[in-house]
């Protein structure tokens, strides 16, 4: 466990060759591996006084992709952080008028974020951007994702969409996939899962469900792999087996201190381990020998 002080965590970080990168509302920090299970933090990246970083952490090839926005002055830029200490490779101005979204997508050589209704596509080799209306009801709680040459997104009443790859025109069509609420969304190879209030589905990309896993507690899909599925509830973390549906496993993860409330903001998986975040800047790692789900 590693605990940062004076820090607030709300994103999802990454995992590269087994470095973890994670990103508080100013700074990126590395953490690598000092032996004997020890991590040791040292910050990459200050955005200074006037911008938060705003995204969740991504990764094309040696460099780390995220959003800054300046809320006051309604000022935000999708910038490409070096891995290798180069500092920002290249970087996207624009203005705001409503909202830019804390999510990107990325494909291939090219991220994917939405902003006043409109999809922004930044090309990650040339530094260079392009926007695009897209005629259904979108927001700053809209969820993007990745998945078989397409991209996804959510519409304000929980309506999935999807726009094939390469696309011309960036004209959404509509899955049929719709829930009264979605926390969390995301999918891994024809697969689509989606957190909700009580529970999550498992849906096909043709529309079609095939499981409804029903909860008393809100599940929030944090990460998916072709096996396990992470879910938070939380204080909770739970490892769902994705071949056999009715096992899995879940831990709490405790506070450093009594009566302080934990609660998970993003988890991760590396090659080896999952990496579980908290806001309040609690990081542990669960390995896969740990691990009784049988795959």
């Avoid at 965590?9 to 032996?35: A, H, M, P, Q, W």
């Avoid at 911008?51 to 000022?75: C, D, G, M, Q, Y």
Wanted: contains cysteine; charged residues 25%.
């Amino acid at each position: 466990k590693i605990f940062f002080e004076n820090e607030s965590f709300e994103k999802t970080g990454l995992v590269y060759n087994n470095i973890i990168y994670i990103n508080s509302l100013k700074k990126i920090f590395r953490l690598k591996d000092t032996g004997e299970d020890k991590f040791q933090p040292e910050v990459i990246y200050d955005s200074g006084n006037h911008f938060f970083i705003w995204s969740n952490l991504n990764l094309f090839r040696n460099n780390i992709v995220f959003a800054e926005f300046n809320p006051f002055e309604r000022k935000a830029a999708i910038k490409t952080l070096s891995i290798d200490d180069q500092g920002i490779v290249n970087e996207l101005d624009f203005e705001v008028l409503e909202y830019v979204s804390d999510k990107i997508c990325i494909s291939g050589a090219t991220a994917f974020i939405l902003t006043d209704k409109r999809l922004l596509v930044y090309d990650l080799e040339k530094g260079e951007g392009t926007f695009h209306s897209i005629d259904i009801l979108i927001d700053e709680n809209s969820f993007i994702f990745y998945l078989s040459n397409r991209i996804y997104i959510t519409a304000q009443h929980n309506e999935l969409y999807y726009i094939d790859l390469p696309s011309h025109g960036y004209r959404p069509k509509n899955t049929g996939i719709k829930n009264n609420y979605i926390n969390s969304i995301g999918g891994f190879d024809d697969n689509i899962f989606a957190g909700s209030l009580n529970g999550w589905k498992y849906y096909k990309s043709s529309g079609l469900i095939i499981y409804n896993f029903e909860d008393e507690h809100e599940n929030k899909i944090e990460c998916i792999s072709k096996n396990v599925m992470t879910i938070s509830q939380k204080n909770k973390i739970v490892f769902c087996n994705l071949n056999r549906f009715q096992e899995a496993e879940g831990y709490v993860i405790a506070s450093n201190e009594k009566n302080e409330s934990v609660e998970i903001v993003s988890a991760i998986f590396s090659s080896d381990a999952i990496y579980v975040m908290t806001k309040n800047g609690i990081l542990e790692a669960f390995t896969n020998d740990k691990i009784n789900i049988h795959i």
